[in-house]
């Protein structure tokens, strides 16, 4: 058994039983083992932000890490993105990086680079095996720190003659520590905020925005008159007819500042402090009014559901103080394509257990409360900013939940950083339906423009924020990637395209032309 063939076998014992790859020379002894054993499914993808962006996906959706492959320090590179993406969700995942053999780095080849260095910003976890019978140790170490509390990157970097040299053989992966459970004193000083009567925000992420943690969340706000709102992005929430219905804080500044001024007190499950995503002249980073006292009452990693449950024994809040709720009206639109119209027609669209990814930007800004009468469904967002995450994390999520069918909300401009996904999901036979908003700008640089007080775009900054001369042709793109693909222009046409979408299994591309 060489080295290879004892990672390999260590991941599969330690429950890791997908890879998605883009492999190089280096990592062709790793390749061949995958070959030898079962138990381990390989997908490919064409760029290692689609690799990186499907293991985050599939993490979402299952709780358990997948593992990467990717080619030396520059395929490391180009998967960064995405697990910066990854890492602010909170996702494990446990990378496999080729290295030239350890003999060889010495030499300077064109591809020799500090990997360790460039794997540590994103990674919570980094090792370099020193030699073959290492591998399998190093393989478990990976994964029991992808499966920490909360989760992490893992990153083991692996030198080509440690892969093709002898092995002892596999490594059974630790038993995982016990789950932190929450601090009593956090949530009892929960309660007493809320028993005060002063305008409170109950502000959740994680665990929290499961159906059940909702439900909680919904009992303590009849109870105790709080409000209840979501960060601006969540890695996963539980939405749809039947379920607690939240906001989120506003991306826009001045909209979140007002959204939150009011509040005295807010107090955190798994979520962080509210701030502005970027900083502009004149206006505060800290959204919350001057003098709000702040109150952590879980971190992620910790057990929010039994503090929730706790918390509304501690407020007296029963199941009979779930205030209801006025459903929202939703129908099939008809007419122009406007973001009300699209809106409308994706709620309806929806199908019971779907996944939706979005990463719709500022068309999809409308969306959020016309898509709470859906069928129930998980909403996930991108936590880290670094866009061209939606259709790598669709491919994961689809890999993830097979009789699930997943639709990815994306605007053009995004959509081409990892149009790649595209080919992964034809090849798998994936169940995504990846719906373009081509209104042929990055729209969001132009409010951005305003917001940071640069002025008024000229030619050559104008010629920047578009991408226009020439447009871009989502149906040859989607041909050529082996998708099929359609383009509407109307509200009639949406709904048409989306009915025949989500009735057909396998990958679809719906052009939304605004």
């Not at 080619?71 to 496999?96: D, Q, R, T």
């Not at 709080?226 to 500044?253: D, K, L, S, W």
């Not at 409308?366 to 669709?394: E, R």
Request: with cysteine; charged share 20%.
């Amino acid at each position: 058994m060489n080295g290879a063939e004892s990672l390999v076998q260590t991941l599969v014992a330690g429950g890791i039983n997908v890879c998605f790859a883009n492999p190089g020379t280096s990592e062709m002894h790793f390749v061949a083992a995958l070959d030898r054993f079962e138990g381990m499914r390989c997908v490919l993808g064409l760029f290692e932000g689609v690799v990186t962006g499907a293991a985050d996906g599939y993490f979402r959706m299952t709780g358990t890490p997948a593992a990467t492959l990717l080619h030396l320090g520059p395929g490391l590179a180009n998967g960064l993105a995405n697990l910066h993406n990854a890492k602010k969700a909170n996702s494990g995942i446990v990378n496999i990086v080729g290295q030239h053999a350890i003999y060889h780095i010495g030499y300077d080849a064109p591809l020799t680079s500090d990997i360790e260095g460039l794997a540590r910003p994103m990674s919570g976890w980094v090792r370099t095996s020193p030699d073959a019978k290492s591998i399998a140790k190093d393989g478990a170490a990976a994964i029991t720190a992808a499966k920490s509390l909360p989760p992490q990157i893992a990153t083991l970097i692996l030198p080509a003659d440690t892969a093709w040299n002898e092995a002892d053989g596999i490594v059974q992966v630790a038993q995982q520590a016990l789950r932190p459970n929450h601090s009593s004193q956090a949530v009892q000083a929960a309660a007493k905020v809320l028993k005060k009567g002063e305008p409170t925000l109950l502000l959740l992420t994680g665990e929290a925005l499961t159906e059940h943690g909702l439900a909680l969340a919904r009992r303590i706000a009849g109870k105790t008159g709080c409000q209840v709102m979501g960060q601006t992005f969540n890695p996963r929430m539980a939405r749809g007819r039947g379920r607690f219905a939240i906001e989120r804080i506003p991306y826009v500044i001045e909209q979140a500042l007002l959204a939150l001024k009011d509040f005295k007190h807010i107090v955190l499950v798994e979520a962080n402090d509210p701030v502005a995503f970027f900083a502009y002249p004149n206006k505060p980073s800290l959204l919350k009014s001057e003098g709000c006292e702040v109150h952590r009452m879980t971190s992620a990693g910790e057990n929010s559901l039994v503090a929730l449950e706790a918390l509304a024994e501690a407020v007296g809040a029963k199941p009979q103080d779930a205030k209801p709720q006025k459903p929202m009206d939703i129908a099939w639109p008809t007419g122009r394509l406007t973001h009300a119209s699209i809106a409308q027609a994706i709620a309806m669209a929806i199908p019971e257990n779907a996944i939706v990814v979005d990463e719709s930007v500022t068309t999809g800004r409308g969306f959020f409360a016309p898509t709470a009468a859906a069928a129930p469904h998980d909403w996930l967002q991108n936590m880290g900013g670094s866009i061209g995450f939606s259709t790598p994390v669709a491919t994961g999520a689809a890999v993830a939940c097979p009789d699930r069918k997943v639709i990815c909300l994306v605007g053009d401009g995004s959509a081409m950083y990892t149009l790649q996904s595209l080919w992964t999901q034809a090849r798998e036979g994936l169940d995504v339906v990846t719906i373009v908003f081509a209104n042929r700008t990055y729209q969001i640089l132009h409010g951005e423009f305003d917001g940071v007080g640069a002025g008024r775009p000229g030619q050559k900054a104008t010629a920047m924020l578009n991408i226009d001369r020439p447009s871009l042709d989502w149906l040859a793109l989607a041909k050529g990637m082996g998708i099929p693909g359609r383009t509407v222009t109307t509200a009639d046409e949406f709904s048409k395209a989306l009915k025949d979408a989500v009735a057909e299994k396998g990958p679809r591309l719906i052009e939304v032309v605004i």
